[in-house]
Nanobody, 126 residues
Framework: QVQLVESGGGLVQPGGSLRLSCAASGFTLDNYVIVWFRQAPGKEREGVSCITRRGGSTYYADSVKGRFTISRDNAKNTVYLQMNSLKPDDTAVYYC???????????????????WGQGTQVTVSS
């Protein structure tokens, strides 16, 4: 059974850091494109970051570029999203997603993904 489980969210002050995890079961995560999305109340879902299969390339939304880093730990079958210099605008539920038919990060924010995690809440507030 394919499953993605996010963790690592929480409450952090502006300027702080969090590391989100996306742990996979039922498949080898390194063979798949993995995307992080976020959705804030009343806002559209936003594609935040994408990592290609075997971690060859990474991509970021302009809103997080230079602050967020996506990476893989193949031994743990997990993808991470390191978030630094957090801002109140980063407050959202963060999801990881993948699809067996997704082979690149091209237009990753607008594609359809079959497998999603349950989401983890990130709140940036003083």
């Amino acid at each position: 059974q394919v499953q993605l489980v996010e963790s690592g969210g929480g409450l952090v002050q502006p300027g702080g850091s969090l590391r989100l995890s996306c742990a996979a079961s039922g498949f080898t995560l390194d063979n798949y494109v993995i995307v992080w999305f976020r959705q804030a109340p009343g806002k559209e879902r936003e594609g935040v970051s994408c990592i290609t299969r075997r971690g060859g390339s990474t991509y970021y939304a302009d809103s997080v570029k230079g602050r967020f880093t996506i990476s893989r730990d193949n031994a743990k079958n997990t993808v991470y999203l390191q978030m630094n210099s957090l801002k109140p605008d980063d407050t959202a539920v963060y999801y990881c997603a993948t699809d067996p038919l997704s082979f690149s990060c091209s237009t990753y924010g607008s594609r359809v993904y079959t497998y999603w995690g349950q989401g983890t809440q990130v709140t940036v507030s003083s």
